[in-house]
Each structure stands twice: as C-alpha cells, then as structure tokens.
C-alpha cells in the first residue's frame, strides 16, 4: 500500500504540475456577467449535487447560488442545511419550468437529477441560453444523446458532461501516449466493476407505500412511465439500478471509463454488441454481465474490441481474464476492484474506472509505472492543453465566462453516452445486436426502437 501511494502520488502530483501552466485561454464562449459573479441554479439536490456545491464553493471563482430545484421539498431542505451560508438568498423550485422562465439574471445551470431528467432539462436550458454542467450520463438513451449533442453542437453555450476523470492531467497523458503509438497497435480495452447496492436483477416490488410529505411522486417520475411509489425502492439514490430511470453500473460509468479510450482511439459506433449475464429480462440491471463492443477499423486504425464486466458475488467481481491484469498485483499490492486497461501490442495503460490514473507497464517489464516517470512516456510531447488547477467545475465556469474551453462538452460527452446506452439496448433486450450507431438501430430488431427512443409520457416529451 505505501508503494501504490507512492506511485499514484508521484503520477498526479509530478504530471499535475509540470502541466497545469500550458492550459491556454481564449474567448470562445458568452460574456462576463454584468455584476462580475456568475449566477447559477442547482436542479436536483441529491448527494451528487452536495459534491458539485462542495466542489462549486472550493475553486475560488466569483459564483452565487440563485436557485434550489427539486421536486422533493426534503432535499432542497437538506441542501440549505448543508450550504446555509452559501444559498441564503437562493429562491426554491419544485419545477426546472418555472426556474428558467423567472430568473432572467440566470447565467448558468448544474444538473444532478436522476439519468431520466436529464435529456428534457438540459434542453430547456439550452433552448434558453445558459451554460450548463450536467452529471454523467448525459442522457438516458440513444436518441436522447443525439438530440443534446447536436443542440449543444449548435448553441453558444459552455457545456460540461460531469465526467471528472476528464480533467485530470492524467487523463490528457493517456491520450497523448497512445495518440503517440506508445503502445503500438491497441486492439483491446477492458474495464470492469465490483457489484453495487441498487436493486438489481429483480422486477418492481407488489404494493405500494404512502408517499412522503413534499415529493411530488408523478413530477419525480416524469417522462418515464408511471408506477407506484415504494419506500426505498427508487428514491433517493436506489434510482439507479432501474432501467426506467437509470441504466446500473453501465449507465454510471460509460461517461468516465469509456471516455478517454474512446478519444484516443476515435472510436465512432460500435457494429456489434454481445452481452451475457444473469438475471437478464428483468426491470432492473442484472446482478452480473459481461458486455463487448465490437468497433470496426477505421482509417489507420484496427479494429477495437471494449469489455465490460460488472457485478459478481461480494468480495468478488467479474473480471478480465489473468494474461491482460498481468503486472497489477505486483504494482498495486493487489488486483483492483475496479480498473480500465488500454492493452497494445507493445503495452498496456492502467487508467483506472475514472480515467485519471496513467500506469505504463511495457512488454516484458514486471510492474506498472506512473507514466511521469516511466522512460518510454518521456520522450512523448505534450500536445493537449491541462484543466486548470486540474478542476473539472473550474474549467466549466471559466468557459462560462468566455476564458477557454471545455474538455468534455456535449459534443463528447453526449457520443460516450450513445455507445453505452447502445450496450443497455442490447441488455434490455437480453440478445446479441448488430448495431447502426448513424441510424440509431439495433438491425433486424424492431423491437429496439422503444428502447432507443422511448416514448415519454405525457407533457414531458422532447
């Protein structure tokens, strides 16, 4: 353990500031705020949005907190209570509607609602003008992913999918090292995770239970369709492991540990996907699966296979096979419980689930090493421009005021969202797909095209 604090320590400190300097600003996006301090809202006030406030009030940029939104009164109250000092003049909002259409000095919003939300929210945001930061994944499905890449793609506003790993100098090293053909011909990516405390493999419970003071049960639910309200079950944070409003530990983690193999390599659309797992066909994201994405070659590129494998029995995990996690218990003391390896013909890169961690280990050497010092990734320039002070949030707000850009707009992070939301079609239907990224279709099923674009109930359509 003290060698692999050495080694994480010795990888992001001596990368972190040796590159820092070389982020460069321009002016690409809106003006400054008349008033200097950007105003933002924060929609949904679950655990994910107490980590953006936290992170939102440490990076020393002139912000404040305008608006609270939820449709549970009982989580805006958690919030005031946890931020008092920083939301006293913020104004409360059951409905993200009315948010947008009243606070006319809005700059700026940050999304932390359940994965349903997402697509009818950052739409109304966009199509209003404010920059917007929105946590992984982007969307919920497909279309819904196209639809926001390409609003984001047309509109002047600063985006940021809430990928954090994204900004690490990590992240940018890995990149560049492959980009570089450090690792020679890359034909594999293999990323796996231990099992989750969400509902998983079963279908909803039978009865129903009183809904709590302050939710709106119906406005929690809407786009997706309706069902009883069980204590437990689905909110807060149990959401995840349904597929009507989340998509399990695929959906949480597509947008960090596919994101950076998926850059580096260019990796456009899967044309196949193979799943296998158990329980499939249920409500919920199976206790256990193993999901392949098969990309075709391109241009100069070979073809490129992604695994990944989640769940298992506790302490235990679904896992690659020995040959590809040779070296990680030598270098980390033992094998990881979760882990994103790049494997090339020459070597392999140990990014980790989040992206931000680059270990290099060539072919033949025992171990892995932080790349910062590992001789073959010296030689290798740097060519990407560094988050600066390495923050995600503070990259995004000084996009928000015109200073430079983002790393992980819409654009991106709404393509990483499609690919594993492409993946949940082929487990929801619980088959091998041959899958048309362009077209949006799993070919020769028609009965993907609900899971694809799902309809949304009632006055919640985009």
Known sequence: MHRRRFLIASAQG????????????SRLFGAESPNGRLAIACIGLG???????????????????????????????????AFSQAVTRAKDYQDYRRLLEREKSLDAVIIATPDHWHAAITKAAIEAGKHIYCEKPLTHTVAEARLIENLARQSRVATQTGNQGSASANFRRSMELIQAGVLGTVSAVYMWHPPHG??????????????????????????????????GYYHPVAWR?????????????????????????HLD???????SGTPLGKESFPKECRIRFFFPARGSRGPVTIHFDSGGEKPC???????????????FGQLPTTGCLVVGEKGTISAGLWNDQCFLRMKGEKGFLPAAIHPAAKVVPITLPRAPKGDHM???LLACRGEGKTFSPFEIGGHVTEIGAAGLVALRLGRDIAWSGAAMEARSVPQAAALVKAQHRGEWGI
């Open 241 to 265: 492991g349904w597929y009507d409003f989340g998509g399990g530990s695929l959906a949480d983690f597509c947008c960090h540990a596919f994101s950076m193999p998926v850059r580096a390599l």
């Open 47 to 81: 655990g994910r949005m107490h980590a953006l406030m936290a992170e939102l009030g440490n990076v020393g940029e002139r912000t404040d907190i305008v608006a609270l939104c939820d449709v549970d009164a009982n989580q805006i109250a958690m919030g005031r209570k």
């Open 14 to 25: 001596t990368l972190g500031a040796t590159l820092a300097p070389l982020f460069c600003g």
């Open 269 to 275: 659309y899967p044309d196949r996907i193979e799943i």
């Open 317 to 331: 995990t679904v896992m690659p096979p020995p040959e590809v996690t040779v070296g990680m218990a030598e270098t």
């Open 394 to 396: 503070l990259e995004w």
């Open 198 to 231: 969400w509902p998983c493999g079963i279908n909803r419970p039978p009865g129903e239970d009183p809904v709590p003071a302050g939710l709106d049960w119906d406005f929690w639910l809407g786009p997706a369709p309706t069902r009883p309200y069980k204590r």
